[in-house]
């Protein structure tokens, strides 16, 4: 399990329950699914666009925590609890990812806390040596 590294980074919403931000495997990381919560946990408050950057914002960070960043990313879920909030997660979803990775997008019933969005990711690993 040495080549098996977690990631923590202040800089993101920690995480709600036993899991780690992002595992670092081999040449690949593992982002856990990332609320709109800031840096204490809090909620954001605002639209969907606006939480959508939230959750962004977190992988952002989890990402640069493990010498890595967001165009490495090969694969995003992103999960809504209402499908009517795609073209407005959409528009804010293409800011951050403008490279286009592989993604998935589903409907759920319901989401941790409330949320109505929550966005999980694949990326390359960059110089993970720090970790």
Same mark, same amino acid.
């Given at each position: 399990m040495s080549d098996i590294k977690k990631v923590f980074t202040a800089k993101a919403c920690p995480p709600a329950g036993p899991y780690t931000q992002a595992i670092v495997a081999g040449p690949h990381i593992? &982002?856990?699914?990332?609320i709109p919560a800031d840096t204490q946990g809090n909620l954001v408050q605002g639209s969907i666009a606006d939480k959508t950057e939230s959750c962004c914002r977190n992988v952002r960070a989890i990402l640069e925590e493990a010498g890595s960043d967001i165009s490495k990313v090969v694969k995003t879920t992103v999960f809504l609890d209402d499908m009517a909030n795609f073209a407005e997660m959409n528009g804010e979803y293409e800011k951050h990812f403008s490279h286009k990775p592989a993604?998935?997008?589903v409907a759920v019933k319901q989401l941790p806390k409330g949320v109505? &969005?929550?966005i999980e990711c694949i990326a390359l690993a960059g110089d993970s040596s720090k970790l």
């Open positions: 593992f &982002v856990s699914g990332q993604r998935s997008c109505p &969005v929550e």
